[in-house]
Each structure stands twice: as C-alpha cells, then as structure tokens.
Nanobody, 115 residues
Framework: QVQLVESGGDLVQAGGSLRLSCLAS????????MGWYRQAPGKQRELVAS???????NYADSVKGRFDISRDNAKNTMYLQMNSLKPEDTAAYYC?????????WGQGTQVTVSS
C-alpha cells in the first residue's frame, strides 16, 4: 500500500505562484502515470495535469502555459508549479498515481487565490 501526501497549498493573491508537492511513501516508479486533480466547491473533480513514467505531460486547457507538472523519481515526489494564479484556480488539489488497475489518491491540499 502506497500513501500519497500533498503539501504546498496556501492562500495567495492573483498573479502569484505556488508549488505543490506530492510525496509517496514508496517508489513512484510503480506508477505508470501520476496526475494532479482539483475540486472546487459544488463542482466535479477535474484533471489539471498528468505526467507519465516516461515524462510525457498533459494539461487542461485552462492551465496550459501557467502550470508545470514534473516528477522526481529519486525523491518519490511529483510537483505542480503554478504561476499566474487566478481566482478560478481556487480548489482543493489532489494527486493520484495509477498502478495497473489501482488508483491511489492523496488527501488533498487547499489552494485559495484572492482577487
């Protein structure tokens, strides 16, 4: 059983930056893909960005050019660098890892962007 723990969420002004981290309790090489999702109050959870084991990335249109996803296999950590933050980025952010048919989720970290 692998646990994922997010950190880095905070209150920030519009235009600011944050870096989220997702630390796994074991090797993240087991995950063929990892991703960041977010869920705002009253809305469905949505994919923000994902990164495959080979480093291929995918972004939601709403964050392209502003967010950057990466994974450091040696540190068992995935990151989400968020720049030019907007109030509409306010949400709880969750990381996940896909291991075959299994999906692992973290507990989430809150990002609040004030206007």
């Amino acid at each position: 059983q692998v646990q994922l723990v997010e950190s880095g969420g905070d209150l920030v002004q519009a235009g600011g930056s944050l870096r989220l981290s997702c630390l796994a309790s074991g090797s993240i090489l087991r995950f063929s893909a990892m991703g960041w999702y977010r869920q705002a109050p009253g809305k469905q959870r949505e994919l923000v960005a994902s990164v495959d084991r080979d480093g291929s990335t995918n972004y939601a249109d709403s964050v392209k050019g502003r967010f950057d996803i990466s994974r450091d296999n040696a540190k068992n950590t995935m990151y989400l660098q968020m720049n030019s933050l907007k109030p509409e980025d306010t949400a709880a952010y969750y990381c996940n890892g896909k291991d075959g048919l299994l999906l692992y989720w973290g507990q989430g970290t809150q990002v609040t962007v004030s206007s």
